[in-house]
């Protein structure tokens, strides 16, 4: 257990739909990171938080958003969603000081768009 | 970043000793050696990390090579639970401008047989 969680774990939802992510990062850290893997592309980057504020963009559709909040988690906000959004949807969460950057996972959400 | 390279697949078998190789020919003086894995879709699993110096932890052992060109991680006495998708990363250190995403490849696929 990496201490990062994620609901829903399972998300089945239709084209066109809207849906929210949500990730608590591990107590203590203050970055959170989203990932997609598809079975195409593999795990990639989407977005970085620190602290409240963007830090780094991956290649994150326009129709997808995150944020972080006060308490530190983040959701991920898919909209007008399409088949190919299909995937999972990682979270992880790291310290974010300059010695330790090590990045711990959630178990991600299953998201399938019919 | 710099790119990796690693075997599609490897077999090992139970409790004998797994070395997984990554080259990192353009591997950069602050970029760090990373190694997760990935078993069955959940979500990655963080084993270690260097810079220069071998590393060890309850995981595992991560050798690099003087030029840093190259890396093995070892699992000693490998277990049927190892099999998995095992992914080397090389990521910048503190101050980079992609400092932050990890950029996974396809890995190698290990699979510890009886």
């Known amino acids: 257990d990496s201490g990062v969680t994620q609901t829903p774990k399972h998300l089945i939802t239709a084209t066109g739909q809207r849906v929210t992510l949500r990730c608590s990062p591990r107590s203590g850290d203050l970055s959170v990171y989203w990932y997609q893997q598809s079975l195409d592309q593999g795990l990639q980057f989407l977005i970085q938080?620190?602290?409240?504020?963007?830090?780094a963009k991956g290649n994150i559709l326009e129709r997808f958003s995150a944020q972080q909040f006060p308490d530190l988690h983040s959701e991920l906000n898919l909209s007008s969603l399409e088949l190919g959004d299909s995937a999972l949807y990682f979270c992880?969460?790291?310290?974010?000081?300059?010695?330790?950057?090590?990045?711990?996972f959630g178990p991600g959400t299953r998201l399938l768009v019919l | 970043d710099a790119k990796t390279t690693q075997p599609t697949s490897m077999d090992c078998a139970e409790g004998r000793a797994a070395n997984l190789p990554c080259n990192h020919s353009t591997i950069s003086g602050n970029e760090y050696v990373y190694w997760y894995r990935q078993i069955h879709s959940q979500g990655p699993q963080y084993i270690i990390h260097g810079l220069k110096n071998n590393e060890t932890n309850e995981m595992a052992s991560l050798i690099i090579t003087e030029d840093r060109k190259s890396s093995t991680l070892i699992l000693p006495h490998a277990t049927l639970r190892d099999t998995a998708v095992y992914y080397c990363?090389?990521?910048?250190?503190?101050?980079?401008?992609?400092?932050?995403?990890?950029?996974f490849g396809q890995g190698t696929i290990l699979t510890v047989h009886p």
């Open positions: 938080y620190y602290n409240g504020e963007e830090r």
């Open positions: 990363i090389v990521r910048p250190g503190a101050g980079g401008t992609s400092y932050g995403k990890l950029t």
């Open positions: 992880a969460s790291s310290v974010a000081s300059l010695l330790q950057e090590t990045q711990y």
